[in-house]
Nanobody, 115 residues
């Protein structure tokens, strides 16, 4: 089963930056497309960004060029660099494969954007 451990969240002021990390085990990480997702209170989980095994990236419209997803296949780790954060980015952020997978969502990492 896939095991996902997210980290790097925290409290940041509007306009600030954070870098999220996700340690992945239980799958052949290098050949799996991966994504970052988020869930704000009272809202459904939504995709933030995805990256293919070949490094092709896609972003949700609300990202507006502020975030960068990347992966280090040697470390089985997924990253999300978030810049120019807004209060509406406040959510719990999760990583997961974007294809079919067996396992449970990780605990996520809380990102709070507030002055």
């Amino acid at each position: 089963q896939v095991h996902l451990v997210e980290s790097g969240g925290g409290l940041v002021q509007p306009g600030g930056s954070l870098r999220l990390s996700c340690a992945v085990s239980g799958i052949a990480f290098a050949i799996n497309p991966m994504g970052w997702f988020r869930q704000a209170p009272g809202k459904q989980r939504e995709m933030v960004a995805s990256i293919s095994d070949g490094g092709t990236t896609n972003y949700a419209d609300f990202v507006e060029g502020r975030f960068t997803i990347s992966r280090d296949n040697a470390k089985n780790t997924l990253y999300l660099q978030m810049n120019t954060l807004k209060p509406e980015d406040t959510a719990v952020y999760y990583c997961a494969p974007t294809g079919a997978w067996v396992g449970s969502w990780g605990q996520g990492t809380q990102v709070t954007v507030s002055s």
